[in-house]
């Protein structure tokens, strides 16, 4: 055995080990970890899960991520990772592999936490809108048509809000063909638009959405004057950008009324707000990236030890 860190938390202890032998030894691991603890080995033979290879790296990944959790995703548990290994190295016990190996899988879990966050607020903003337009059409929610300018990560929520209202008629701008992420268009439910078009698109909408990333103006006071056909229907738009997507000038005319992301912020939670939505995709693809990283770095190491 060259290298070891044990990881205990209140639902298991595992032994992350490295050798540089062709084959380890596990019976004896097993052997001594019973006997370090007081427990029978034939008794606890039934509750060992062995890893080796690339199946032990990725579960090690999993793990800190929060991935292998009874709770899925649970935030103590990359602490807990982290006080493991300081202590491993602390004593010399874990080095050059198995500190590599713990540094990339923080790293991952990082920023597969970074984007749960991100998902999170997304899906409560979203449902904050959702329980805005249900409060203030009823049910005649169904039968609004709904502009949503941006098809980021915000824009994609919101979508998915308004569909679980039975909102049937919903436009969602495009930069390109990906920016939909693939939703099916099916019986006019859902339709793509060009950004370029919006100003188009907004006469005919009663509900306007801004959700985009850009530092400028994306509706302004001057054009939807200059656009709008008909200056007696009431629109409604709700700016959820930061910077702002609409132009606050906006509010001197009459039939429009104008909510901000600031005034959404006092709304009661939302359903989404409660739920904690994981991109299993995305978690999927940092795992692999840094499992990746953490190969090419290996196989690196013993070009050079052979050299």
């Not at 970890?33 to 032990?56: P, Q, S, T, V, W």
């Not at 602390?90 to 198995?98: C, D, E, M």
């Not at 950008?241 to 912020?265: C, G, H, S, W």
Request: net charge neutral.
């Amino acid at each position: 055995m060259s290298e070891c860190a044990i990881l205990s938390t209140c639902n298991r202890t595992e032994i992350h080990v490295f050798s540089e032998a062709s084959r380890l030894d596990v019976a004896n691991v097993e052997k001594n970890f019973c006997l370090l603890k007081g427990l029978d080995l034939h008794r606890m033979k039934k509750y060992f899960c062995i890893y080796e290879g690339i199946n032990a790296i990725r579960h090690i990944m999993k793990v800190a991520a929060g991935m292998d959790s009874m709770i899925l995703g649970e935030d103590q548990i990359l602490g807990q990772f982290r006080k493991a290994y300081e202590i491993s190295m602390k004593y010399g016990t874990s080095r050059a592999v198995l500190n590599t190996l713990s540094r990339l899988a923080v790293t991952s879990s990082k920023k597969i936490k970074t984007r749960g966050i991100e998902i999170k607020k997304a899906s409560s903003v979203a449902g904050q809108v959702g329980q805005l337009l249900e409060a203030l059409y009823k049910q005649e929610l169904t039968g609004k048509k709904v502009l949503i300018i941006g098809s980021g990560e915000i824009g994609k929520a919101v979508r998915e809000v308004l569909f679980e209202t039975g909102c049937s008629n919903i436009l969602m701008t495009k930069r390109s063909a990906a920016d939909t992420d693939g939703r099916t268009q099916n019986d006019n439910i859902f339709m793509t638009v060009d950004y370029n078009d919006r100003y188009l698109y907004i006469h005919q909408s009663d509900v306007i959405i801004g959700a985009t990333l850009s530092p400028h103006y994306t509706v302004t006071l001057d054009m939807l004057e200059e656009t709008m056909k008909d200056k007696e229907k009431p629109y409604l738009f709700i700016d959820l950008a930061v910077p702002r997507d609409f132009d606050q000038a906006m509010e001197q005319l009459d039939n429009v009324k104008l909510y901000n992301i600031d005034q959404l912020k006092n709304a009661n939670p939302s359903r989404a707000d409660k739920e904690k939505p994981f991109d299993f995709e995305y978690i999927n693809e940092q795992i692999n990236c840094h499992i990746g990283e953490f190969m090419r770095w290996y196989n690196k190491r013993n070009n050079f030890a052979k050299v």
